[in-house]
């Protein structure tokens, strides 16, 4: 261990004891001030490393991150509640990030670079398998995908699409494989018999819808709520798909297990009890959170196969 030297009570060439001298005032340039002598110098250059380690450094911001499904700005609205409630639970900063598109997003939940994630359910069960997440909650309501069109359009039933453009949101999107396996059960191949068009959003792609660059666009009903703009009230179902496995939340292992195990409580009390949570999951559509059974997870594996057939590049 080394041992600093001890300062003179005073140096030799006749300076006042060091404890009297302004020389560490940060307004007072040491290297210019006549009174120091060089074996005081030297003492300050030993020892004010051990004070600038022992300053306390900020505590690291830990990430919530988002599957980019809105736009930024609609997400960051939509998830600061969620964001204030883990910053208090935790203790620490949270900031909220997502991703310029679903392929971002999913090399950046490979690499563990958020520390919760709100994600689609293929994701969540791909993240809990082989990147290190464990499940938090879910919510209470399933998503339900559905094929809209203008309530102007003259569209009848889904055959009524063949040779059109339908929009989606990112070719990655749950609902999107959701629509792909549809459309080729009612013989309609995308790329072939019926163009699939990913726009980047819901709402870009109800953009579309409403410029007539589409005949129909996919979309969820909560997500329908969630982008705003009385969307509702402009568009009418076409067809409703089968009910998918919701959002999911998920923790990184990194947090601890003890942590995460208390993360899943509260955040279903804090969900369903308070009124900050109800507003939350009312505003996402989420009818309340619950907890994620093993079996909701093991339902996912054959979209995971499925995703994974895309042969997205992942680190």
Same mark, same amino acid.
């Given at each position: 261990?080394?041992?600093?030297?001890?300062?003179?009570?005073?140096?030799?060439?006749?300076?006042?004891?060091?404890?009297?001298?302004?020389?560490?005032?940060?307004?007072?340039?040491?290297?210019?001030?006549?009174?120091l002598?060089?074996?005081?110098?030297?003492?300050l250059?030993?020892t004010?490393?051990?004070?600038?380690?022992?300053?306390?450094?900020?505590?690291?911001?830990?990430?919530?991150?988002?599957?980019?499904?809105?736009?930024?700005?609609?997400?960051?609205?939509?998830?600061?509640?969620?964001?204030?409630?883990?910053?208090?639970?935790?203790?620490?900063?949270?900031?909220?990030?997502?991703?310029?598109?679903?392929?971002?997003?999913?090399?950046?939940?490979?690499?563990?670079?958020?520390?919760?994630?709100?994600?689609?359910?293929?994701?969540?069960? /791909?993240? &809990?398998?082989?990147?290190?997440? *464990?499940?938090?909650?879910?919510?209470?309501?399933?998503?339900?995908?559905?094929?809209?069109?203008?309530?102007?359009s003259?569209?009848?039933?889904?055959?009524?699409?063949?040779?059109?453009?339908?929009?989606?949101?990112?070719r *990655?999107?749950?609902?999107?494989?959701?629509?792909?396996?549809?459309?080729?059960?009612?013989?309609?191949?995308?790329?072939?018999?019926?163009? /699939?068009?990913p726009?980047?959003?819901?709402?870009?792609?109800?953009?579309?819808?409403?410029?007539?660059?589409s005949?129909?666009a996919?979309?969820?009903?909560?997500?329908?709520k969630?982008?705003?703009?009385?969307?509702?009230?402009?568009?009418?179902?076409?067809?409703?798909?089968?009910?998918?496995?919701?959002?999911?939340?998920?923790?990184?292992?990194?947090l601890?297990?003890?942590?995460?195990?208390?993360?899943?409580?509260?955040?279903?009390?804090?969900?369903?009890? &308070?009124?900050?949570?109800?507003?939350?999951?009312?505003?996402?559509?989420?009818?309340?959170?619950?907890?994620?059974?093993?079996?909701?997870?093991?339902?996912?594996?054959?979209f995971?196969?499925?995703?994974?057939?895309?042969?997205?590049? /992942?680190?």
């Amino acid at each position: 261990m080394l041992e600093l030297p001890s300062p003179p009570t005073r140096p030799a060439d006749g300076a006042p004891p060091l404890a009297d001298t302004p020389a560490l005032h940060v307004h007072t340039p040491i290297a210019h001030d006549p009174t120091l002598s060089r074996r005081a110098l030297c003492t300050l250059a030993l020892t004010l490393p051990w004070s600038v380690r022992a300053t306390p450094q900020p505590t690291p911001a830990l990430v919530l991150g988002v599957v980019p499904y809105l736009s930024a700005r609609r997400l960051v609205d939509l998830y600061e509640p969620l964001r204030w409630w883990l910053s208090t639970e935790l203790g620490a900063p949270v900031l909220i990030e997502s991703a310029p598109d679903y392929t971002v997003y999913l090399e950046r939940t490979a690499l563990g670079q958020y520390d919760i994630i709100a994600t689609s359910p293929y994701f969540g069960r /791909l993240a &809990q398998r082989e990147q290190g997440y *464990l499940p938090l909650a879910r919510p209470t309501n399933d998503m339900e995908p559905m094929l809209v069109t203008h309530k102007s359009s003259s569209l009848l039933n889904v055959e009524g699409l063949r040779g059109q453009v339908v929009t989606t949101s990112d070719r *990655l999107a749950n609902l999107t494989l959701a629509a792909h396996r549809y459309l080729v059960a009612n013989r309609l191949r995308p790329g072939t018999d019926i163009t /699939l068009r990913p726009m980047g959003s819901h709402a870009n792609s109800l953009a579309a819808l409403e410029a007539g660059e589409s005949a129909a666009a996919v979309i969820t009903a909560t997500a329908l709520k969630q982008v705003g703009g009385q969307w509702e009230d402009r568009l009418r179902v076409l067809v409703r798909l089968d009910r998918l496995p919701p959002l999911l939340y998920l923790a990184h292992r990194r947090l601890g297990e003890p942590t995460i195990a208390r993360l899943q409580r509260r955040l279903i009390t804090f969900a369903n009890e &308070q009124a900050a949570g109800r507003r939350f999951t009312e505003a996402l559509g989420h009818g309340g959170l619950q907890a994620i059974a093993e079996s909701d997870m093991k339902a996912l594996d054959p979209f995971v196969s499925e995703l994974k057939k895309m042969n997205i590049p /992942l680190p």
